[in-house]
């Protein structure tokens, strides 16, 4: 049985990567060489710049599992993706060899797929936390907000459907590269803005037309210049709620379990609380170690 292994969330922008000991993490590494910041270089080059020094305390060799955008053509194996409806255990059963690393042993987590009439969908990495979440909190519905939103459907330990809100992207284009975000000057923390936000977005069944208003309601002093990041985070989030509980009917009865870090959790706590949907909440970096050590054992068994 693998005891100690490197895991690896290489995302598009940064990296994370954990030591493992069994059970127990004993160093973490920090990158922002992501795939989309490699440089011209090629993906084996960057590994060694960063985890040469892992790797020297453990002359026999040490395994390495990675997840997220490394698997896809931008990154350094194209790895297939698993069309869903997917086991989750079964996985591991088809993670992808890093041969460039032989003798060492490597291997690429494969991302998770739909594609059907009305609903084609891609992630990878989240994949990892699900594994992990869902052997800590079994549930029948997730949601992972960040850049692009996750929302997941289960059927028992099958990923039955799953969902894309690109609520994070889309609020940090129009802050910083539309006309929306021009001329606020710098923003500030605020709960009230963003609630008033929420309640507008929860109740907006066209979600277009209130992007520019946005604009207008500071602009026509409705709102404070400095709190427009706020506003406009509420009101995505509120809108993408209330159309993901129209998509998953019975969100309300089964609940809801959310995977992200503190910050994001409280704002869509909020947002599901408004919702009327049941929640409850796990830690994403936590998932994703959780995740990644179940796909290690699962390699030799």
Aim: proline residues 4%.
């Amino acid at each position: 049985m693998i005891e100690q292994f490197i895991g690896v969330d290489w995302g598009s922008t940064n990296l994370r990567a954990w030591l493992f000991d069994g059970d127990l993490c004993v160093d973490t590494l920090r990158s922002e060489r992501g795939v989309t910041r490699f440089d011209g270089q090629q993906p084996e080059a960057i590994f060694h710049q960063l985890f040469d020094n892992w790797l020297a305390q453990y002359p026999d060799g040490i395994p390495v599992v990675m997840a997220g955008m490394i698997g896809s053509n931008a990154g350094w194996i194209p790895t297939p993706y698993q069309m869903c409806p997917a086991n989750l255990s079964q996985i591991s059963h088809h993670l992808m060899p890093v041969t460039q690393l032989a003798p060492m042993r490597a291997w690429i987590v494969p991302g998770l797929a739909i594609n059907q009439d009305g609903n084609c969908n891609v992630m990878r990495g989240e994949e990892t936390q699900l594994v992990g979440a869902h052997a800590q909190k079994s549930a029948a519905y997730y949601v992972m907000p960040g850049t692009h939103c996750k929302w997941v459907q289960m059927d028992g330990d099958t990923v039955a459907d799953f969902r894309t809100v690109m609520t994070g992207e889309l609020h940090h284009l129009l802050i910083n590269h539309s006309l929306v975000g021009a001329g606020i000057g710098v923003q500030r923390e605020s709960q009230q803005a963003f609630r008033q936000g929420m309640e507008v977005g929860f109740n907006e069944t066209h979600i277009i037309r209130r992007l520019f208003e946005t604009r207008a309601s500071h602009v026509l002093g409705q709102l404070d210049p400095s709190v427009v990041q706020e506003w406009l985070s509420g009101l995505l989030i509120g809108n993408e709620v209330a159309q993901m509980q129209r998509q998953y009917v019975d969100v309300n009865q089964r609940g809801i379990t959310i995977i992200g870090n503190q910050s994001l959790t409280a704002r869509y706590r909020e947002a599901l609380a408004l919702a009327g949907i049941p929640h409850q909440a796990i830690d994403g970096d936590d998932a994703f170690k959780s995740g990644i050590r179940s796909l290690v054992y699962e390699l030799e068994n």
